[in-house]
């Protein structure tokens, strides 16, 4: 058996939610998977269309009330209820995009296109898009197209390629 | 591990092709891992890039696909055409310095 031939060709990505963690672990693979000569299709739909609206996709908020694992730096455990404070959300969420920053982790639009210029190709689910009131207009300019399940589908045959749903 | 032969040379590779030792590495070597990695000639702007990461590598630095795309090298878009599959990879092999370890 040829080692070289069970090795991963596709990735098609289904990122659903729209906070900062998933949408990141989302877009971590996609760009991963073109440094890796694997093809990658990015699907966003429901709440992670926050990722590829224009005017929301740079101001994602990673959620303190309910998220167990949520520390404070120095690893102090944060309590659940602490996160009503109003601007607690929105404070940790930049501390976590600083963070990134720091470890060279791009901006939601800068990695989309990275992996675009790795011929990734990101695209919008047209029931949630018709859900949540959008139009193409608003959505960023790195979505390719507004597709059904049905498309979606199409996109992700071949052999050796695989479905991640985050 | 393995011995490999470069411009007539003995080299100590790891078992993805990458150099153990960055200093054994010399320009006339650039071409024949080329080949191993599909690219059949190196441009001007290959060695741009081989010069561009020896030198990143020598100063301690970490090469990220990220990093290459702001180097002012390349964009990443030429990256990608000049280094077809595995861009950060292959280039790294082909200057014989270690695989870069960023997962961005």
């Not at chain 1, 990122?15 to 900062?20: E, I, R």
């Not at chain 1, 299709?41 to 992670?48: A, H, I, N, P």
């Not at chain 2, 741009?48 to 990443?76: P, W």
Request: glycine share 10%; net charge negative; hydrophobic share 45%.
């Amino acid at each position: 058996m040829n080692e070289e031939d069970k090795r991963l060709k596709k990735v098609c990505i289904i990122c659903a939610k729209g906070n900062l963690e998933d949408v990141y672990a989302a877009l971590v693979m996609a760009n991963g998977a073109v440094m890796e000569g694997i093809e990658a299709k990015l699907f966003f739909t429901f709440f992670g269309l926050e990722a590829i609206t224009k005017s929301h996709m740079e101001h994602l908020h990673t959620a303190v009330v309910g998220n167990p694992a949520m520390r404070l730096p120095g690893n102090i455990p944060f309590p659940s209820l602490m996160g009503i404070v109003p601007g607690m959300e929105a404070m940790a969420s930049s501390m976590m995009r600083k963070k990134m920053e720091e470890l060279d982790i791009p901006h939601v639009g800068e990695f989309m296109e990275m992996i675009e210029a790795g011929g990734g190709e990101i695209f919008a689910c047209k029931l949630a898009v018709d859900m949540f009131g959008l139009k193409k207009e608003d959505l960023s300019e790195h979505v390719k197209d507004i597709i059904t399940i049905a498309e979606f589908y199409e996109l992700a045959g071949g052999d050796h390629s695989q479905i991640i749903f985050v | 591990m393995a011995t490999k032969m470069y411009a007539g040379k003995p080299v100590e590779v790891n078992d993805e092709g990458f150099f153990l030792d960055k200093e054994a590495w010399t320009k006339d070597m650039a071409p024949e891992i080329a080949k191993e990695v599909g690219i059949d000639a190196l441009g001007d702007k290959h060695y741009d890039v081989i010069e561009y990461i020896r030198k990143r590598v020598a100063a301690g630095e970490q090469l990220s696909m990220r990093g290459m795309g702001k180097s002012g090298v390349v964009d990443l878009k030429e990256f990608y055409q000049l280094f077809p599959g595995k861009p950060l990879k292959y280039a790294t092999r082909i200057s014989g310095v270690p695989k870069p370890t960023s997962c961005v």
